[in-house]
């Protein structure tokens, strides 16, 4: 593993399931969030500490492909990847896997756009970029 | 109806409703929240407005009895009614019906508190008195 | 208007806003379910009638490219199409707007899949491919 | 620590915090819930066992005192505890604390009601009633 990449393990939560059982395919959205907030947190900056300092992360694009579905208190493994960056915006590769049978759940791809509080773009700060 | 109390229609959607094809009980207080901005505009308020002038209210206390699910794409009706004031709070009591069936499904009360930017309990401003 | 597109108005949810005041970016996907939901109640067939007789569609692949944030209490237009549609998939496309600005918040596109209590692809029926 | 209680560790998610920070009420409900889930766990007993086996728990009432925000990226603490247990009725108590300051944030309690497939109230298993 390397500083661009990281590895979350989360459970399934009851309130995610919808009437199939299944987890409902708008959660997969707020795994990859936690997955860029844990990438950024391995490489020593928080989130919450970015936002303090006037710095935002907004969604710009995002697509995702499910190939089965996690179900009720399944535990699952999130591989959260940096596979392009300019000087305001990132790209993140993502895939969901099932902890016990490591079948791969779903790929994804995000890119997000670094803003300030009146939702400008900005350059991404120096500080960020050589913890990502 | 008067000004203390309005009733608000609202159609169940998949993403709200579990496992076991019911609505999970935590949107319900979703549906209560939306009950009060009604009850605002109503007043001709709006909440987001307040927000701007620097008022915000937050959920002290709420507690909900549950009589019957509702389901998928069900419509409901909900009575959202202020029970109480003080300088700083308001108590509101709510009754969510089956629309079709006119069966009560839940009953619920809060109370919230009028705070500022920074959490600071104030008093209610003047201008919403007079709306609520 | 035709059979294979609607309109859907829909106001945001305080819930639905996240620390910077913005709809979080999953919940357009929530918003986009709502919209293939009245597409097929506006073709005279509803979801959860559909699930009753057996035929539960999941979604396959989903897109979307975010323009413009939309904020509290926003009133949002989204209009729903159908795009393309096979023995076993149906495509939609997606364009959200700000009611009275009448800007273009997002678009998106997505493939759902007809499938069996069991989650095994099945044709879709032909009592809903005249709906639809 | 006895059977009839637990303790779990979580961390605020970002989709779970409106426009001033904080978490949104609704979500602790969320909490208490995985708390039931993981006393089940430690019992012996997952809840999704419990459901393919034909027993669910639905909540009839909950009430929750708000006493300090929880604010994003926050971990947290949670008391789950059986405070007391009929032939088809458990209650629960919930205290959550900011994990680093030990500080209270709410407490709740809620009271879950054993029904089978169709919502028909139930007494609850033995097998169950052995783990908690």
């Known amino acids: 593993m390397n500083a661009g ?3 979350l393990r989360l459970r399934v939560r009851y309130v995610e399931c919808d009437a199939m059982g299944y987890v409902h395919h708008s959660h997969y959205l707020t795994y990859f969030e936690m997955g860029r907030t844990e990438l950024l947190r391995r490489g020593g900056i928080s989130y919450r500490e970015l936002e303090t300092r ?3 992360f907004v969604v710009v ?3 995702a492909s499910y190939k089965r579905p996690a179900r009720y208190d399944d535990e699952l493994e999130l591989l959260t990847r940096i596979t392009n960056q300019t000087r305001v915006r990132i790209d993140h590769g ?4 099932h902890a016990d049978s490591r079948r791969l759940l779903c790929e994804a791809a995000s890119t997000i756009a670094c803003v300030d509080r009146d939702g400008k773009v900005v350059a991404i700060p120096d500080f960020l970029r050589s913890g990502i």
């Open 94 to 97: 993502y895939a969901l896997y």
């Open 5 to 7: 990449e990281c590895w």
């Open 61 to 63: 694009k995002i697509s």
């Open 54 to 56: 006037g710095f935002f």
